[in-house]
């Protein structure tokens, strides 16, 4: 990866395979799992800050959201005008990464997280706020491909899904951080004195613990996974294209702020650019003639069926702590409390799947029947979730800790299983492509799923119809996936260093 083109990558490649005679990787994989495990640590937690300030602000009817006349549905959008950012970056980051070096897409990625976490912080108007948030998404937009790339890529073929799951375990750290530490951090802030900015202060913390890992990773990376790194190519294409990107998302947030106009319609046109993205980006992949492994019958079920996953995980990332301080009526950080057991059920879940995906694929049984039996149980215990909450309903926190952490269980064991399905369906050479076109299409999900909820809760006066609609897309994904054909899992040696 250090030559910076395919023709260098793949003679360095053939050159260290040589040397490459045991059936074990050159590369100290597990040690590159903890390397990774990090970025999604600060990275997730760089994002997932957004939602408690957001809660916070509506609480204390404070910054630029709280003086809002319908808060969820505004607060929403920021969400939404986020990952539409993130979403646009994941299919070029991944291809970006198939050509300029993974290692290389992943030290751009942190290093963008790190530096936008603190504009975000620096940021005093609601559009501008919105500006640092869309460039934050799309720079983090790159990380995901390149990071189960690069995993599949050096890990053994029997240990796979499991390092998949190990890896995002960081998700599900990163989620509860953001969730838990942001209230408290807010509160610091109130005591040094900074009143209603108080919000500003988990930005730079998080933005600090970003900057210490970029370090990490950037060291392992040259002393450990081959050698100097080139980052400023992939750096000149990737702000090629998100100039553009950037431009066409802030200008469609400050139209319907000065016209102020409904949020839905934002929403909608929001979508409508996702969708005609997604159709340049396929019409392009065909015109390659890439289309047959990454454009097929199976892909296009699965990458359809994981925008339920990115909905449920928004959904509940972005408002769980909004929605248990209002069903249980509790303080902030009670609320906060609670709803990390949801993101800190990801701790257990990822690994465990991927290690049961591992176990199914030596005894012949493949991923699939673990695809659909989580899918089908988390959808039952979010069905539950959203009854203990509806009917004027005042649930205890234990309860809904217990549900939201069952549920996330079930909810983030799924997700390697898929992603370990998706690896398997493709060649070894375009995994950074179909890794980034599963996000794509998928983060459709992650799009709409902040501000439809919101637009939903102002309008019924309850957070038990956006429940029950994300448990209903979900039931829907189940089908998808019983329709998947699933692939033998690849057997070459993995990628050496």
Not at 8 to 25: F, V
Not at 100 to 119: D, N, P, Y
Not at 293 to 312: F, H, T
Not at 374 to 398: A, M, N
């Amino acid at each position: 990866m250090a030559g910076g083109t395919p023709e260098g990558d793949t003679a360095d490649n053939e050159l260290l395979l040589e040397d490459h005679r045991d059936g074990h990787p050159v590369a100290p994989y597990r040690a590159l799992w903890a390397v990774l495990l990090l970025g999604w640590v600060v990275s997730y937690a760089d994002r997932t800050v957004t939602g408690p300030v957001i809660a916070w602000m509506i609480e204390t009817e404070s910054g630029f959201i709280g003086d809002a006349s319908n808060p969820a549905t505004v607060g929403g959008l920021v969400g939404s005008m986020f990952f539409l950012g993130y979403m646009l970056t994941q299919y070029p980051g991944g291809r970006l990464g198939d050509r300029f070096g993974h290692r290389e897409m992943i030290i751009v990625s942190l290093l963008a997280a790190a530096v936008l976490t603190v504009v975000s912080g620096l940021m005093t108007g609601l559009v501008a706020f919105v500006a640092a948030r869309v460039l934050t998404g799309l720079g983090e937009g790159v990380f995901y491909s390149n990071d189960r790339t690069l995993i599949i890529n050096h890990t053994p073929v029997a240990k796979r899904t499991l390092g998949l799951g190990v890896v995002i375990t960081g998700l599900s750290i990163g989620l509860t951080l953001g969730i838990v530490l942001t209230p408290v951090l807010i509160d610091w802030g109130g005591a040094l004195g900074m009143g209603d900015g108080a919000w500003r202060v988990p930005f730079f913390v998080f933005a600090a613990a970003t900057f210490v890992v970029v370090t990490i990773a950037f060291v392992f990376f040259r002393a450990r996974l081959g050698g100097p790194m080139r980052l400023g190519a992939p750096f000149v294409q990737l702000a090629a294209f998100s100039a553009p990107t950037f431009v066409v998302i802030v200008a469609l947030f400050l139209l319907a702020d000065t016209l102020e106009w409904p949020e839905w319609l934002t929403a909608t046109i929001a979508s409508v650019i996702a969708l005609v993205y997604i159709a340049v980006i396929v019409r392009g992949v065909q015109r390659s003639g890439r289309g047959a492994a990454l454009l097929n019958r199976n892909m296009w079920l699965i990458y359809v069926a994981y925008i339920a996953i990115l909905w449920n995980l928004w959904f509940f990332s972005f408002w769980s702590v909004q929605i248990v301080r209002e069903a249980a009526e509790s303080s902030l950080i009670a609320a906060a409390l609670t709803a990390a057991f949801n993101a800190g059920a990801g701790i257990l879940g990822f690994p465990v799947g991927g290690w049961l995906a591992d176990r199914a694929i030596r005894t012949g049984r493949g991923r699939k029947p673990l695809a659909l039996v989580c899918t089908g149980v988390y959808s039952v215990l979010v069905l539950v979730f959203g009854w203990s909450i509806s009917g004027g309903r005042e649930p205890s926190l234990l309860l809904l800790g217990v549900l939201l952490f069952s549920s996330g269980v079930f909810f983030n064991a799924l997700q390697p299983i898929v992603q370990g399905m998706t690896g398997d369906l493709v060649p070894a050479g375009e995994r950074g492509a179909a890794f980034g076109m599963l996000n794509l299409v998928s983060e459709i999900g992650a799009v709409l799923s902040p501000v439809v909820s919101g637009i939903l809760r102002d309008a019924t006066g309850s957070w038990a119809t956006g429940v029950y609609v994300a448990a209903g897309i979900m039931i829907v994904s189940f089908f998808l996936y019983a329709f998947v054909r699933e692939a033998p899992a690849h057997h070459e040696d993995p990628i050496p260093a």
